[in-house]
Protein backbone atom coordinates (compact mmCIF):
# COMPACT_ATOMS: atom_id res chain seq x y z
CA UNK A 1 0.00 0.00 0.00
CA UNK A 2 1.07 3.42 -0.90
CA UNK A 3 2.19 6.42 1.26
CA UNK A 4 -0.75 8.83 -0.06
CA UNK A 5 -3.44 5.41 -0.31
CA UNK A 6 -2.41 4.65 3.62
CA UNK A 7 -2.70 8.01 4.47
CA UNK A 8 -5.95 8.54 2.49
CA UNK A 9 -7.59 5.19 4.28
CA UNK A 10 -6.23 6.83 7.80
CA UNK A 11 -8.00 10.15 7.49
CA UNK A 12 -11.18 8.20 5.88
CA UNK A 13 -11.44 5.93 9.69
CA UNK A 14 -10.53 9.04 11.36
CA UNK A 15 -13.60 11.09 9.63
CA UNK A 16 -15.97 7.76 10.38
CA UNK A 17 -14.75 7.55 13.98
CA UNK A 18 -15.42 11.14 14.34
CA UNK A 19 -18.99 10.18 13.42
CA UNK A 20 -19.54 7.92 15.43
CA UNK A 21 -18.13 9.71 18.27
CA UNK A 22 -20.90 12.12 17.39
CA UNK A 23 -23.65 9.76 17.07
CA UNK A 24 -22.54 8.13 20.78
CA UNK A 25 -22.84 11.68 21.76
CA UNK A 26 -25.98 12.34 20.42
CA UNK A 27 -27.47 9.25 21.90
CA UNK A 28 -26.05 9.52 25.20
CA UNK A 29 -27.65 13.07 25.38
CA UNK A 30 -30.72 11.77 23.84
CA UNK A 31 -31.23 9.04 26.76
CA UNK A 32 -29.97 11.69 29.51
CA UNK A 33 -32.48 14.40 27.99
CA UNK A 34 -35.80 11.65 28.21
CA UNK A 35 -34.98 10.38 31.46
CA UNK A 36 -35.77 14.28 32.96
CA UNK A 37 -38.68 14.25 30.62
CA UNK A 38 -39.65 11.07 31.67
CA UNK A 39 -39.12 11.40 35.45
CA UNK A 40 -40.69 14.95 36.03
CA UNK A 41 -43.74 13.56 34.20
CA UNK A 42 -43.87 10.76 36.41
CA UNK A 43 -44.01 13.37 39.40
CA UNK A 44 -47.28 15.38 37.33
CA UNK A 45 -48.83 12.46 36.83
CA UNK A 46 -48.45 11.39 40.18
CA UNK A 47 -50.28 14.40 42.03
CA UNK A 48 -53.15 14.69 39.48
CA UNK A 49 -55.69 12.18 40.50
CA UNK A 50 -55.72 13.46 44.19
CA UNK A 51 -55.03 17.74 43.09
CA UNK A 52 -58.66 19.02 42.71
CA UNK A 53 -60.32 16.25 45.61
CA UNK A 54 -58.01 17.37 48.06
CA UNK A 55 -58.37 21.11 46.92
CA UNK A 56 -62.27 20.33 46.92
CA UNK A 57 -62.13 18.78 50.56
CA UNK A 58 -60.13 21.88 52.23
CA UNK A 59 -63.12 23.56 50.95
CA UNK A 60 -62.95 25.07 47.89
CA UNK A 61 -66.07 25.09 45.35
CA UNK A 62 -66.39 23.82 41.82
CA UNK A 63 -66.38 27.48 40.15
CA UNK A 64 -63.56 28.62 42.63
CA UNK A 65 -61.48 25.47 41.76
CA UNK A 66 -62.09 26.41 38.30
CA UNK A 67 -60.69 29.75 38.85
CA UNK A 68 -57.64 28.61 40.49
CA UNK A 69 -56.69 26.61 38.05
CA UNK A 70 -57.02 29.23 35.31
CA UNK A 71 -53.81 30.58 36.92
CA UNK A 72 -51.84 28.05 34.90
CA UNK A 73 -52.78 28.64 31.22
CA UNK A 74 -52.84 32.35 31.71
CA UNK A 75 -48.98 32.29 33.09
CA UNK A 76 -48.51 29.75 30.26
CA UNK A 77 -49.92 32.17 27.60
CA UNK A 78 -46.53 34.99 28.95
CA UNK A 79 -43.68 32.89 29.98
CA UNK A 80 -44.37 30.13 27.37
CA UNK A 81 -42.79 31.65 24.42
CA UNK A 82 -40.41 33.67 26.42
CA UNK A 83 -39.00 30.72 28.08
CA UNK A 84 -38.64 28.77 24.57
CA UNK A 85 -36.42 32.06 23.30
CA UNK A 86 -34.45 32.66 26.11
CA UNK A 87 -33.54 29.09 25.95
CA UNK A 88 -32.30 28.87 22.44
CA UNK A 89 -30.35 32.02 23.63
CA UNK A 90 -28.23 30.52 26.61
CA UNK A 91 -28.96 26.88 26.53
CA UNK A 92 -31.87 24.58 27.93
CA UNK A 93 -30.11 22.94 30.81
CA UNK A 94 -29.75 25.92 33.19
CA UNK A 95 -33.98 26.60 32.54
CA UNK A 96 -34.90 23.36 33.15
CA UNK A 97 -32.79 23.13 36.66
CA UNK A 98 -34.67 26.12 37.36
CA UNK A 99 -38.24 24.80 36.15
CA UNK A 100 -37.36 21.58 38.71
CA UNK A 101 -36.74 23.63 41.52
CA UNK A 102 -39.82 25.68 41.07
CA UNK A 103 -41.09 22.75 40.76
CA UNK A 104 -40.66 21.52 44.10
CA UNK A 105 -41.43 24.55 45.72
CA UNK A 106 -45.33 24.07 44.43
CA UNK A 107 -45.40 20.75 45.85
CA UNK A 108 -44.23 21.88 49.35
CA UNK A 109 -47.02 24.51 49.07
CA UNK A 110 -49.80 22.60 48.06
CA UNK A 111 -48.68 19.80 50.96
CA UNK A 112 -49.11 22.92 53.13
CA UNK A 113 -52.18 24.52 52.27
CA UNK A 114 -52.63 27.50 54.41
CA UNK A 115 -54.99 29.24 53.07
CA UNK A 116 -55.97 30.14 49.22
CA UNK A 117 -53.01 32.31 48.90
CA UNK A 118 -50.98 29.57 49.32
CA UNK A 119 -52.51 27.67 46.74
CA UNK A 120 -52.70 30.75 44.47
CA UNK A 121 -49.10 31.10 44.82
CA UNK A 122 -48.56 26.98 44.24
CA UNK A 123 -50.34 26.97 41.04
CA UNK A 124 -48.32 30.26 39.86
CA UNK A 125 -45.39 28.04 40.51
CA UNK A 126 -46.63 24.53 39.08
CA UNK A 127 -47.28 27.00 35.94
CA UNK A 128 -43.84 28.11 35.54
CA UNK A 129 -42.22 24.85 36.11
CA UNK A 130 -44.86 22.55 34.05
CA UNK A 131 -43.97 25.55 30.86
CA UNK A 132 -40.42 25.34 31.31
CA UNK A 133 -40.53 21.63 31.21
CA UNK A 134 -43.09 21.55 28.99
CA UNK A 135 -41.26 23.29 26.24
CA UNK A 136 -37.60 22.74 27.12
CA UNK A 137 -37.74 18.66 28.14
CA UNK A 138 -39.58 17.61 24.78
CA UNK A 139 -37.47 20.08 22.49
CA UNK A 140 -34.14 18.79 24.63
CA UNK A 141 -34.99 15.26 23.39
CA UNK A 142 -35.53 16.53 19.51
CA UNK A 143 -32.42 18.51 19.52
CA UNK A 144 -30.31 15.45 18.95
CA UNK A 145 -32.63 13.77 16.20
CA UNK A 146 -31.92 14.06 12.48
CA UNK A 147 -34.93 15.23 10.36
CA UNK A 148 -35.31 10.91 8.78
CA UNK A 149 -35.93 9.42 12.39
CA UNK A 150 -37.08 12.45 14.48
CA UNK A 151 -41.14 11.02 14.60
CA UNK A 152 -39.60 7.50 15.85
CA UNK A 153 -37.73 8.29 18.43
CA UNK A 154 -39.23 11.35 19.49
CA UNK A 155 -42.12 8.67 19.55
CA UNK A 156 -39.98 6.37 21.39
CA UNK A 157 -39.62 8.99 24.19
CA UNK A 158 -43.22 9.77 24.18
CA UNK A 159 -44.00 6.40 24.98
CA UNK A 160 -41.35 5.86 27.54
CA UNK A 161 -43.02 8.98 29.11
CA UNK A 162 -46.58 7.59 28.98
CA UNK A 163 -45.58 3.79 30.46
CA UNK A 164 -44.35 6.68 33.35
CA UNK A 165 -47.76 8.00 33.52
CA UNK A 166 -49.45 4.92 33.31
CA UNK A 167 -47.98 3.89 36.50
CA UNK A 168 -48.18 7.15 38.62
CA UNK A 169 -51.28 8.15 38.92
CA UNK A 170 -52.09 4.63 40.13
CA UNK A 171 -49.23 4.74 42.65
CA UNK A 172 -50.44 8.40 43.76
CA UNK A 173 -54.24 6.97 44.52
CA UNK A 174 -52.90 4.49 46.25
CA UNK A 175 -50.44 6.47 48.40
CA UNK A 176 -53.17 8.90 49.49
CA UNK A 177 -55.94 6.09 50.08
CA UNK A 178 -53.65 3.75 52.23
CA UNK A 179 -51.26 6.19 53.76
CA UNK A 180 -52.82 10.04 53.80
CA UNK A 181 -53.47 12.43 50.63
CA UNK A 182 -50.72 14.68 51.31
CA UNK A 183 -48.32 11.76 50.80
CA UNK A 184 -47.88 12.05 47.00
CA UNK A 185 -46.84 15.56 47.32
CA UNK A 186 -43.98 14.37 50.01
CA UNK A 187 -42.85 11.42 47.03
CA UNK A 188 -42.73 14.02 44.02
CA UNK A 189 -40.49 16.37 46.06
CA UNK A 190 -38.41 13.89 46.94
CA UNK A 191 -37.75 12.35 43.49
CA UNK A 192 -37.76 16.01 41.89
CA UNK A 193 -34.71 16.76 44.47
CA UNK A 194 -33.28 13.53 43.20
CA UNK A 195 -33.46 14.30 39.84
CA UNK A 196 -31.89 17.85 40.28
CA UNK A 197 -28.47 15.67 41.55
CA UNK A 198 -28.86 13.91 37.98
CA UNK A 199 -28.72 16.76 35.81
CA UNK A 200 -26.11 18.56 37.77
CA UNK A 201 -23.11 19.33 35.23
CA UNK A 202 -19.22 20.25 35.90
CA UNK A 203 -18.97 24.22 35.47
CA UNK A 204 -17.68 24.79 32.03
CA UNK A 205 -16.40 28.30 30.31
CA UNK A 206 -19.21 30.99 30.47
CA UNK A 207 -20.33 31.66 27.13
CA UNK A 208 -21.32 35.28 26.87
CA UNK A 209 -25.14 35.47 25.65
CA UNK A 210 -27.06 38.66 25.16
CA UNK A 211 -30.49 38.84 25.86
CA UNK A 212 -32.40 41.63 24.65
CA UNK A 213 -35.77 43.15 25.04
CA UNK A 214 -36.83 41.64 22.22
CA UNK A 215 -36.60 38.39 24.02
CA UNK A 216 -39.38 38.89 25.92
CA UNK A 217 -41.78 40.65 23.66
CA UNK A 218 -44.04 37.54 23.64
CA UNK A 219 -46.56 38.86 21.12
CA UNK A 220 -43.96 39.40 18.45
CA UNK A 221 -42.65 35.71 18.55
CA UNK A 222 -46.66 34.51 18.18
CA UNK A 223 -46.94 36.88 15.16
CA UNK A 224 -43.89 34.87 13.68
CA UNK A 225 -45.58 31.71 14.31
CA UNK A 226 -48.78 32.46 13.33
CA UNK A 227 -46.65 33.58 9.55
CA UNK A 228 -46.98 29.95 8.65
CA UNK A 229 -49.47 28.42 7.42
CA UNK A 230 -49.14 25.06 8.75
CA UNK A 231 -48.70 26.52 12.31
CA UNK A 232 -51.99 28.17 12.28
CA UNK A 233 -53.43 24.95 11.52
CA UNK A 234 -51.59 23.88 14.91
CA UNK A 235 -52.54 26.72 17.07
CA UNK A 236 -56.23 26.13 16.01
CA UNK A 237 -56.08 22.51 17.24
CA UNK A 238 -53.69 23.32 20.27
CA UNK A 239 -56.61 25.72 21.26
CA UNK A 240 -59.46 23.38 21.31
CA UNK A 241 -57.09 20.52 22.69
CA UNK A 242 -56.60 22.53 25.63
CA UNK A 243 -60.17 23.30 26.32
CA UNK A 244 -60.53 19.86 26.97
CA UNK A 245 -57.79 20.61 30.22
CA UNK A 246 -60.52 21.55 33.06
CA UNK A 247 -62.61 18.31 32.14
CA UNK A 248 -59.71 15.93 32.53
CA UNK A 249 -57.31 17.58 34.78
CA UNK A 250 -60.45 19.02 37.26
CA UNK A 251 -63.37 17.46 36.72
CA UNK A 252 -62.88 13.86 35.78
CA UNK A 253 -61.37 12.93 39.25
CA UNK A 254 -63.91 14.35 40.94
CA UNK A 255 -66.98 12.65 38.44
CA UNK A 256 -65.19 9.68 39.66
CA UNK A 257 -64.67 9.94 43.81
CA UNK A 258 -68.47 12.02 43.42
CA UNK A 259 -70.77 11.30 41.46
CA UNK A 260 -69.54 7.51 41.06
CA UNK A 261 -69.05 7.06 44.61
CA UNK A 262 -65.12 5.76 43.81
CA UNK A 263 -61.50 5.98 45.35
CA UNK A 264 -58.49 7.75 44.64
CA UNK A 265 -57.14 4.76 43.40
CA UNK A 266 -59.84 4.76 40.78
CA UNK A 267 -59.57 8.08 39.33
CA UNK A 268 -55.69 6.18 39.10
CA UNK A 269 -57.35 3.41 36.59
CA UNK A 270 -58.80 6.00 34.81
CA UNK A 271 -55.56 8.12 34.07
CA UNK A 272 -53.75 4.76 33.73
CA UNK A 273 -56.58 3.82 30.84
CA UNK A 274 -56.03 7.34 29.48
CA UNK A 275 -51.98 6.94 29.52
CA UNK A 276 -52.35 3.11 28.43
CA UNK A 277 -52.35 3.71 24.88
CA UNK A 278 -49.54 6.22 24.24
CA UNK A 279 -47.12 3.98 25.15
CA UNK A 280 -47.76 3.42 21.44
CA UNK A 281 -46.26 6.72 20.10
CA UNK A 282 -43.58 5.19 18.99
CA UNK A 283 -45.36 3.52 16.25
CA UNK A 284 -47.58 6.78 15.09
CA UNK A 285 -44.32 8.44 15.06
CA UNK A 286 -42.96 6.70 12.24
CA UNK A 287 -46.30 7.32 10.37
CA UNK A 288 -45.69 10.70 11.30
CA UNK A 289 -42.65 10.65 9.45
CA UNK A 290 -44.22 10.09 6.67
CA UNK A 291 -47.18 11.87 6.76
CA UNK A 292 -47.86 13.53 10.06
CA UNK A 293 -50.96 16.17 9.19
CA UNK A 294 -52.64 12.53 8.09
CA UNK A 295 -52.08 10.85 11.63
CA UNK A 296 -52.94 14.59 13.24
CA UNK A 297 -56.48 14.50 11.76
CA UNK A 298 -57.31 10.97 12.63
CA UNK A 299 -56.05 11.14 16.18
CA UNK A 300 -58.21 14.43 16.54
CA UNK A 301 -61.30 12.87 15.44
CA UNK A 302 -60.81 9.94 17.76
CA UNK A 303 -60.40 12.05 20.56
CA UNK A 304 -62.82 14.43 20.44
CA UNK A 305 -65.94 11.75 19.76
CA UNK A 306 -64.73 9.84 22.55
CA UNK A 307 -64.65 13.14 24.98
CA UNK A 308 -67.87 13.25 24.18
CA UNK A 309 -68.66 9.85 25.38
CA UNK A 310 -66.93 10.27 28.36
CA UNK A 311 -70.07 12.27 29.90
CA UNK A 312 -72.06 9.75 28.71
CA UNK A 313 -69.95 6.46 30.18
CA UNK A 314 -72.47 6.20 33.08
CA UNK A 315 -70.37 2.73 34.88
CA UNK A 316 -66.40 2.46 35.31
CA UNK A 317 -65.77 0.07 33.06
CA UNK A 318 -67.76 1.68 29.92
CA UNK A 319 -65.73 4.82 31.51
CA UNK A 320 -62.16 3.14 31.29
CA UNK A 321 -62.98 1.91 27.46
CA UNK A 322 -63.69 5.41 26.22
CA UNK A 323 -60.81 6.93 27.78
CA UNK A 324 -58.40 4.13 26.76
CA UNK A 325 -59.77 4.58 22.84
CA UNK A 326 -59.04 8.67 23.62
CA UNK A 327 -55.50 7.63 24.90
CA UNK A 328 -55.35 6.03 20.97
CA UNK A 329 -56.42 9.55 19.94
CA UNK A 330 -54.50 11.14 21.79
CA UNK A 331 -50.98 9.77 21.24
CA UNK A 332 -51.67 10.21 17.59
CA UNK A 333 -52.60 13.60 18.00
CA UNK A 334 -49.59 14.37 20.26
CA UNK A 335 -46.21 12.79 18.75
CA UNK A 336 -47.38 13.47 14.90
CA UNK A 337 -48.02 17.22 16.56
CA UNK A 338 -44.32 17.44 17.45
CA UNK A 339 -42.77 16.02 15.31
CA UNK A 340 -44.45 18.37 12.29
CA UNK A 341 -43.78 21.29 14.68
CA UNK A 342 -40.70 20.16 15.53
CA UNK A 343 -39.28 19.90 11.63
CA UNK A 344 -40.69 23.32 11.02
CA UNK A 345 -38.77 24.86 13.91
CA UNK A 346 -35.28 22.92 12.89
CA UNK A 347 -35.78 23.77 9.67
CA UNK A 348 -36.31 27.53 10.62
CA UNK A 349 -33.66 27.55 13.51
CA UNK A 350 -36.11 28.21 16.19
CA UNK A 351 -37.71 25.11 17.64
CA UNK A 352 -37.40 26.18 21.34
CA UNK A 353 -39.23 29.45 20.13
CA UNK A 354 -41.99 27.91 18.01
CA UNK A 355 -42.45 25.12 20.98
CA UNK A 356 -42.87 28.12 23.23
CA UNK A 357 -45.13 30.11 21.10
CA UNK A 358 -47.44 27.28 20.29
CA UNK A 359 -47.81 26.75 23.83
CA UNK A 360 -48.86 30.26 24.83
CA UNK A 361 -51.32 29.80 21.61
CA UNK A 362 -52.80 27.04 23.03
CA UNK A 363 -53.58 27.77 26.43
CA UNK A 364 -55.76 30.86 25.92
CA UNK A 365 -58.25 27.31 24.93
CA UNK A 366 -57.34 26.64 28.39
CA UNK A 367 -57.29 29.59 30.42
CA UNK A 368 -61.31 30.23 28.49
CA UNK A 369 -62.22 26.74 29.33
CA UNK A 370 -61.51 27.02 32.66
CA UNK A 371 -62.73 30.69 33.37
CA UNK A 372 -66.06 29.09 31.78
CA UNK A 373 -66.12 25.40 33.10
CA UNK A 374 -66.59 25.83 36.44
CA UNK A 375 -70.05 27.65 35.87
CA UNK A 376 -71.14 25.22 32.90
CA UNK A 377 -70.93 22.68 35.61
CA UNK A 378 -72.77 24.61 37.95
CA UNK A 379 -75.53 24.72 35.29
CA UNK A 380 -75.84 21.97 33.24
CA UNK A 381 -73.71 19.03 35.25
CA UNK A 382 -70.03 17.52 34.79
CA UNK A 383 -71.28 15.22 32.14
CA UNK A 384 -72.34 17.88 29.93
CA UNK A 385 -68.79 19.75 29.54
CA UNK A 386 -67.33 16.35 28.58
CA UNK A 387 -69.64 16.33 25.50
CA UNK A 388 -69.78 20.48 25.03
CA UNK A 389 -65.37 20.26 25.15
CA UNK A 390 -65.69 16.74 22.49
CA UNK A 391 -67.65 19.21 20.22
CA UNK A 392 -65.51 21.57 19.94
CA UNK A 393 -61.91 19.77 19.05
CA UNK A 394 -64.01 17.70 16.19
CA UNK A 395 -65.23 21.01 14.64
CA UNK A 396 -61.21 22.46 15.51
CA UNK A 397 -59.73 19.48 13.64
CA UNK A 398 -62.21 19.96 10.74
CA UNK A 399 -61.20 23.73 10.15
CA UNK A 400 -57.47 23.11 11.26
CA UNK A 401 -57.80 20.45 8.09
CA UNK A 402 -57.60 23.49 5.77
CA UNK A 403 -54.42 24.54 6.89
CA UNK A 404 -52.44 21.61 7.44
CA UNK A 405 -52.91 19.32 4.26
CA UNK A 406 -50.29 18.95 1.91
Not at 130 to 145: F, M, Q, S, Y
Not at 197 to 215: A, N
Not at 232 to 255: D, K
Request: net charge positive.
Amino acid sequence: MSENNFTALKSKNNIKQQRQNKHMFNLQEYIKSTKVFVIFSFVVAMIMPILAPYLKSVGFSDVTLSLLFAIFPLAAIIISPIIGKISDEIGRNKIIFIGIVIEIAALILYGLGLNTWTIVIARIFDAIAGIILGVLALAKVEDHLSNKSRGKFAGISLSIQSAAGMIAPLIGGFLADYFFIKAPFILGIVILGILLFMIKEPKRKKQKTKISKKDFNWLSEIKEFLSYKKLRGMAILGFVFNTMNPAIVLFLPILITEYMGLSYFHVGLAYAALSAAHILQFIFGKWADRSAYKVIMIGSIISGTCAILIGRSFTFTLLLIVLFIRGIGNSMWNVSAWTLMSKIGEKIKLEGEIVGSYLSITKFGSLISYLASGFIVAMFGIRNLFAVTGTIIVIGAAIAFFFLKE
